[in-house]
């Protein structure tokens, strides 16, 4: 079972706005910065979106990441049918010293 | 442009050890600004980290594999490892390994992976 909350799945269609949730606790998303990534099957995951609303160089402002005390949220507008991936919210839990995950959401492009 | 690539045996018998090795190219393993970490995603599930490394040695490890993994650095060759014990089939997973931020903790480059079987 994973430490962050990430709904399984969400869909939307083409040229439409997904919103994706992830929820902590105090010790983790609320005391550090969110990451997303990014993960189509058979390759390697892809930081998407880093301290909570940066995105790294080559990522599409159609991504946007937001933060609210212990959860956090990635938004992704105008879909595409290659933004059909897994997507992963992670941040460390400074009490335990840990890195922690949620347990992704898998986004459908109807 | 910073690369990681894994490298080590595709099966492992149960009971085995596991050994992988990260070699980092375009980049210094030395950086003060990031650590260096393993994550696996076992078939069908999500992510699960498995421990960083500084280039000190100093170490984090998941709670729940520490009685059994050891991460460690040689800046000398720029690699670093993951030994991970007695292995059993819940082992079997794709293994990343990773380049950690330590100003914001998000893993920014990922090697491609390596699929791990445990199996006799």
């Known amino acids: 079972q994973s430490v962050l909350t990430q709904p399984p799945s969400v869909s939307a269609a083409p040229g439409q706005k997904v919103t994706i949730s992830c929820s902590g606790s105090s010790s983790d998303i609320g005391s550090n910065f969110v990451s997303w990534y990014q993960h189509f099957p058979g390759t390697a995951p892809k930081l998407l979106i880093y301290d909570d609303d940066k995105r790294p160089s080559g990522v599409p402002d159609r991504f946007s990441g937001s933060k609210s005390g212990t959860s956090a949220t990635l938004g992704i507008t105008g879909l595409q049918t290659g933004d059909e991936a897994d997507y992963y919210c992670?941040?460390?839990?400074?009490?335990?010293?840990?890195?922690?995950f949620g347990g992704g959401t898998k986004l459908t492009v109807l | 442009q910073l690369q990681l690539q894994e490298s080590g045996p595709g099966l492992v018998k149960p009971s085995e050890t596991l050994s992988l090795t990260c070699t980092v190219s375009?980049?210094?393993?030395?950086?003060?600004?990031?650590?260096w970490g393993w994550i696996r995603q076992p078939p069908g599930k999500g992510l699960e980290w498995i421990g960083n490394v500084y280039f000190t040695g100093n170490t984090y490890y998941n709670p729940s594999l520490k009685s059994r993994v050891t991460v460690s650095v040689d800046t000398s060759k720029n690699q670093f490892s993951l030994k991970l014990t007695s292995m059993t089939a819940a082992d079997t997973a794709m293994y990343y390994c990773t380049r950690w931020r330590r100003s914001g903790s998000s893993f920014d480059y990922w090697g491609q992976g390596t699929l791990v079987t445990v199996s006799s």
């Open positions: 992670g941040t460390w839990d400074i009490s335990l010293n840990i890195g922690v």
């Open positions: 375009g980049g210094t393993i030395s950086s003060s600004s990031y650590y």
